[in-house]
């Protein structure tokens, strides 16, 4: 059973720096592109970040430029999200996902319904 297990969530005052992780369990990790997603209290879900089944190519929200960095370790199987001067308005529920496209290319990454496994969300809390 393909599974996506999160953490390295937690709380941090306003500027501070966080690093998630999502290790992948039950797939060929490799073959598939991957993204975060993060969802604030009373909002939707939105896209954050994205990286190719190779990590040459990554995609990033203009939210979170110069701030956030996605990369991945094929080797471990895991992915990253390092996070540097953190806001309030970061406060979310951050979700990691696989995709069965690659990303190499441009391709619709920020698109919630292409991709195919989630994980359980890790809570990031970020206080004034």
């Known amino acids: 059973q393909p599974q996506l297990v999160e953490s390295g969530g937690g709380l941090v005052q306003a500027g501070g720096s966080l690093r998630l992780s999502c290790q992948a369990i039950g797939f060929t990790f490799s073959r598939y592109g991957m993204g975060w997603f993060r969802q604030a209290p009373g909002k939707e879900r939105e896209f954050v970040a994205a990286?190719?089944?190779?990590?040459?190519?990554?995609y990033h929200a203009d939210s979170v430029k110069g701030r956030f960095t996605i990369s991945r370790d094929n080797v471990n199987k895991t992915m990253y999200l390092q996070m540097i001067s953190l806001k309030p308005e970061d406060t979310a529920d951050f979700y990691c996902a696989a995709s069965r496209n690659s990303f190499i290319t441009s391709e619709t990454y920020w698109r919630e319904s292409d991709y195919i496994y989630w994980g359980q969300g890790t809570r990031v809390t970020v206080s004034s």
């Open positions: 990286i190719s089944r190779t990590g040459e190519t990554t």
